[in-house]
């Protein structure tokens, strides 16, 4: 699945903020960039809050930020579909899942309803391994970078 970044954004949010924890408790992305498989965090999620670290005057500030901050469009069709009192909301659909084919299949249907592909968070790729040369990374900048999703670490 090819993405812009920021259906990745929006895709590592939905998976580290609704999943079964104890079904899948370290469950990750993994893409591959410039022909290698890599894992890592597209955001730094703390709760409900996307974490980013900014230099502010003389220090570097802890920045909270919310899903809008992904996009707006994505904040709207989340906040639309949490609303509905039925299992079609998207964090009982994702919370009920124990199979991780279809939580990849299902976030994914979810993230490509988005249509807006900007963000304005970071992008970056927190905590990058690359599985191919077992290479570790604080982050991997992703400026003009093709990523494609191909799979979750289970």
Not at 23 to 46: C, P
Request: proline share 1%; aromatic share 10%; charged share 30%.
């Amino acid at each position: 699945m090819d993405n812009c970044l920021a259906q990745l954004q929006m895709y590592d949010y939905l998976l580290k903020k609704y999943r079964n924890k104890e079904v899948f408790t370290e469950t990750r992305m993994i893409v591959e960039i410039d022909g290698k498989l890599w894992t890592g965090d597209f955001l730094q999620l703390d709760d409900c809050h996307i974490i980013e670290i900014d230099w502010e005057d003389t220090r570097f500030t802890r920045i909270e930020r919310t899903k809008d901050a992904i996009n707006d469009e994505f904040n709207e069709k989340v906040t639309n579909s949490n609303v509905n009192v039925s299992e079609n909301r998207i964090d009982s659909k994702i919370g009920s899942l124990k199979n991780i084919e279809i939580l990849y299949q299902e976030i994914g249907n979810f993230v490509r309803q988005v249509e807006t592909s900007t963000t304005t968070l970071k992008p970056l790729l927190y905590n990058a391994y690359c599985l191919d040369t077992r290479v570790k990374l604080p982050f991997l900048d992703l400026n003009k970078k093709e990523i494609t999703l191909v799979s979750l670490t289970n």
